[in-house]
């Protein structure tokens, strides 16, 4: 007979605000596929054809991801590679055609709810310890 296990409520809810924070990163970075290969993108390589604005639109939900991350307890360190994956591929990414490219390949938001989520099991595994 199989047990479930019923998680704390603060616990459901931050489990439910990672989830909703991963389907985010996946409509920013791979939502989308290129019928007949394995590439994937997202909405941030569609939104940086747009010259000028395109890539400053897609800080928007990079930064959010960033924010929720600092207010589910993260440590700076992990916050600080969060900012860092922004920060490159906000400046390869602007680079025409190449930065296109780039954006393409190295899905930002999704390695920062890699980091994300690694942070929050380290830390369950490690009680007294911050996230």
Same mark, same amino acid.
């Given at each position: 007979?199989?047990?479930?296990?019923?998680?704390?409520?603060?616990?459901?809810?931050?489990?439910?605000?990672?989830?909703?924070?991963?389907?985010?990163?996946?409509?920013?970075?791979?939502?989308?596929?290129?019928?007949?290969?394995?590439?994937?993108?997202? $909405? @941030? +390589?569609?939104? *940086?054809?747009? !010259?000028?604005? =395109? /890539?400053?639109?897609?800080?928007?939900?990079? %930064?959010?991801?960033?924010?929720?991350?600092?207010?589910?307890?993260?440590?700076?360190?992990?916050?600080?590679?969060?900012?860092?994956?922004?920060? $490159? @591929? +906000?400046?390869? *990414?602007?680079? !025409?055609?190449? =930065? /296109?490219?780039?954006?393409?390949?190295?899905? %930002?938001?999704?390695?920062?709810?890699?980091?994300?989520?690694?942070?929050?099991?380290?830390?369950?595994?490690?009680?007294?310890?911050?996230?």
């Amino acid at each position: 007979m199989r047990q479930e296990v019923t998680l704390p409520l603060h616990k459901r809810k931050e489990q439910d605000q990672i989830e909703r924070l991963a389907r985010l990163a996946d409509w920013m970075d791979s939502r989308f596929r290129i019928p007949g290969t394995r590439i994937r993108f997202g $909405l @941030d +390589s569609i939104v *940086g054809l747009v !010259p000028g604005v =395109g /890539d400053g639109l897609s800080l928007i939900p990079a %930064a959010y991801i960033v924010g929720q991350a600092a207010r589910l307890g993260v440590s700076k360190t992990v916050l600080a590679r969060m900012v860092a994956n922004i920060v $490159l @591929d +906000s400046l390869l *990414g602007s680079t !025409p055609l190449i =930065g /296109d490219l780039f954006d393409v390949g190295f899905k %930002a938001n999704r390695k920062n709810i890699e980091l994300l989520r690694r942070s929050l099991s380290k830390a369950e595994h490690e009680p007294g310890k911050p996230a």
